[in-house]
């Protein structure tokens, strides 16, 4: 971390806005895009039990989990930018280690799905059928689900944290909002998934998903505004 009187390397800008675009990207490829191509090209049923699964399994459908990474890792660069850069290095540190656990929660997750899925699929027999309903995510109810929403809950406590790192003008302060605001979202949704783990792909579930990928969308978008502004030496104003 640069104390008052030592200049702030660019590079540790560099790696917050690298965070930032790769989250960003992370979001719009994972979600609406990924999903619409694995839409045209082979979309999985409803779960109803493995079998349908491995029948109706194409590798398109692990597309979404490729550009989940770049989610994780993008958030995670952004938390270790803040920290570099922070006053308050308590928060910020104890805002990255609960980042990096969540974040890989979620990668394992991921890796579940773009590795493991695939080749239990590859060689599957009646016998692979309780492995496939814990681990895939198609199935609402499975352990996956489980340790996702667990791991983008620690995320977002970790976005809650690190929001003492911003300061006071009006772009700061939107900054400082929207990663608290993330925060209660992502750990209000690793809580009720503990009463109904099935919810997850409820109505109200899906709007959620889709509320939270605006949240973090604008989150990014302002994170990357504030170093931006900060690298250049300007005061953060609209």
């Avoid at 839409?39 to 409803?46: E, G, I, R, Y």
């Avoid at 570099?84 to 656990?101: D, E, G, Q």
């Avoid at 492995?131 to 791991?151: H, Q």
């Avoid at 997850?200 to 978008?221: C, D, E, K, P, Q």
Wanted: charged share 10%.
């Amino acid at each position: 971390m640069a104390t008052a009187t030592e200049p702030v390397h660019p590079s540790t800008y560099k790696i917050g806005i690298l965070g930032a675009i790769l989250t960003a990207i992370g979001l719009l490829m994972s979600g609406p895009l990924a999903i619409l191509v694995v839409a045209l090209v082979q979309p999985q049923p409803p779960w109803n039990g493995p079998t349908l699964f491995v029948d109706s399994f194409h590798r398109i459908q692990t597309l979404p989990y490729y550009f989940g990474y770049l989610l994780v890792v993008g958030s995670i660069l952004m938390l270790v930018s803040v920290y570099l850069l922070s006053k308050k290095r308590a928060a910020a540190l104890a805002a990255l280690i609960f980042m990096s656990i969540g974040g890989a929660f979620v990668i394992f997750n991921y890796l579940t799905q773009t590795a493991f899925i695939p080749a239990v699929v590859n060689a599957y027999t009646s016998e692979l059928g309780p492995v496939i309903t814990i681990l895939s995510m198609t199935n609402p109810s499975s352990l996956t689900w489980a340790v996702e929403m667990s791991g983008y809950g620690l995320m977002g406590l970790g976005t809650w944290l690190a929001a003492g790192f911003f300061g006071t003008s009006r772009l700061e302060r939107i900054a400082k909002i929207l990663f608290v605001l993330n925060g209660v979202v992502s750990v209000l949704g690793a809580l009720v998934i503990t009463i109904d783990l099935s919810g997850v792909f409820s109505i109200a579930g899906l709007v959620g998903y889709g509320m939270w990928n605006i949240l973090y969308l604008a989150l990014a978008v302002v994170f990357y505004r504030v170093l931006q502004k900060r690298r250049v030496g300007e005061k953060p104003e609209f």
